[in-house]
């Protein structure tokens, strides 16, 4: 393996609230929006995907710049609207803005039983 290549690295992240939405900035230098898979429930958001070191046709002397696959689940302080949530991507910065949910949460009665062992 290549000094400076890693197997598995996490993006950074700022994660900002306006009131009516979260917007989440995550730091993804020399990627583009296709390469990077969004997956989003009520409460949390993952962004995964691999950066490929680049092909320059040189010898490598160092490598610093982090390749590899990513993963990163970032818990949201309350409940989004997935089906609006939407991304964009500028100056290798992934922008995704998730709308709060105006649904209510439904509660639900669980039923137990008690052993007599």
Known sequence: M???FSEYWTPSVDLYETG???VLHVELPGMSLPEV???ANARSIIVR???RPPETGMPAERLEIRTGRFEREIPLPYRIDVERTRASMKNGVLCIEMPRSEAR???I???WETSDD
């Open 105 to 107: 949460p439904v509660g």
């Open 37 to 39: 898979e969004l997956l």
């Open 109 to 111: 009665r669980i039923d």
């Open 49 to 51: 995907g691999i950066r």
């Open 2 to 4: 290549i000094q400076g």
């Open 20 to 22: 009516e939405m979260l």
